[in-house]
C-alpha cells in the first residue's frame, strides 16, 4: 500500500530564506508526482506536477526533483516571502492522488 | 475553461439530516474524482468516474454515501443520516488522462459542518 510523508510538519522562517521541503513514499511504481499549496480553508493550488520521466520541474522561485528510486521528493522555494505561507502537500499517482499529510510553513516579515 | 466548480461551498447541517453536494468538471475531462479532508491531513481518495462509470470506492465510501455522474458530465455526492465525524473539506477534482498529462484540477471544495 501506498504511504507518503511529509518533514517537516512545520516549519517557520523569516523572509529571504531558501527552503527545502521533504516528501517520501514506499512505492516507486508512480506516473507522477504532484505539489499543491493550500490556504487555510481553501482548496488546492497546483504548484508542479512531475511526470515520471522526469527528474525536476522549476516555476519561478519553486523546483521540484524527483527520485523514484529512492522514492523521494523535494520542493525547493528560493527566497522565501510572507506571501508564502501556507501548507504544502505532495501526492503521487498511480491514477487516484495519495496524498501526505503536509508541511504547514509560515514566513514571517 | 471555468475550472472546478462545487457547490454549495458552506454547509452547516445537524445530524442525522441529508446532504447533497454538486461538482462540475471541466469540459471535456472525462475522469471525476471525490476527496475528504479533515483538519490537518492530507486529501484522502473516496471515489472516482470515468464517463458516468464510478470504478473505484475507498473503503473510506460507508453505506451512508452515494456517488453518482448520470451523464458523465457533473457528479453528486449525497450523505445520508449525517454524523459529527463527516465533518470535513470535501474537494472534487477531474482530467483528462493521456499519457503526457494524468493531472488532475481541484474544485475549491465544500465545507461540511454537522452540529
Known amino acids: 500500500k501506498q504511504e507518503v510523508t511529509q518533514i517537516p510538519a512545520a516549519l517557520s522562517v523569516p523572509e529571504g530564506e531558501n527552503l527545502v521541503l521533504n516528501c517520501s513514499f514506499t512505492d516507486s511504481a508512480i506516473y507522477n508526482l504532484q505539489w499543491f499549496r493550500q490556504d487555510p480553508g481553501k482548496g488546492l493550488t497546483s504548484l508542479l506536477l512531475i511526470q515520471s520521466s522526469q527528474r525536476e520541474q522549476t516555476s519561478g522561485r519553486l523546483n521540484a526533483s524527483l527520485d523514484k528510486s529512492s522514492g523521494r521528493s523535494t520542493l525547493y522555494i528560493a527566497a522565501s516571502q510572507p506571501g508564502d505561507s501556507a501548507t504544502y502537500l505532495c501526492a503521487v499517482y498511480p491514477d487516484k492522488l495519495i496524498f501526505g499529510t503536509g508541511t504547514r510553513l509560515q514566513v514571517f516579515p | 475553461d471555468t475550472g472546478v466548480s462545487q457547490d454549495p461551498r458552506h454547509k452547516i447541517t445537524k445530524r442525522g439530516q441529508n446532504v447533497t453536494f454538486r461538482c462540475d468538471p471541466i469540459?471535456?475531462?472525462?475522469?471525476l474524482y471525490w476527496y475528504r479532508q479533515t483538519l490537518g491531513q492530507g486529501p484522502e481518495f473516496l471515489t472516482y468516474f470515468q464517463n458516468e462509470a464510478q470504478l473505484e470506492k475507498s473503503r473510506l465510501l460507508s453505506d451512508r454515501f452515494s456517488a453518482e455522474r448520470p451523464k458523465g458530465s457533473f457528479s453528486t455526492l449525497e450523505i445520508q443520516r449525517t454524523e459529527q465525524g463527516d465533518s470535513a473539506m470535501y474537494l472534487c477534482?477531474?482530467?483528462?488522462?493521456?499519457?503526457?498529462?494524468?493531472?488532475?484540477?481541484f474544485g475549491p471544495g465544500t465545507r461540511l459542518t454537522v452540529t
Open positions: 469540459s471535456e475531462h472525462n475522469r
Open positions: 477534482a477531474s482530467s483528462r488522462p493521456s499519457l503526457a498529462d494524468y493531472e488532475q484540477y
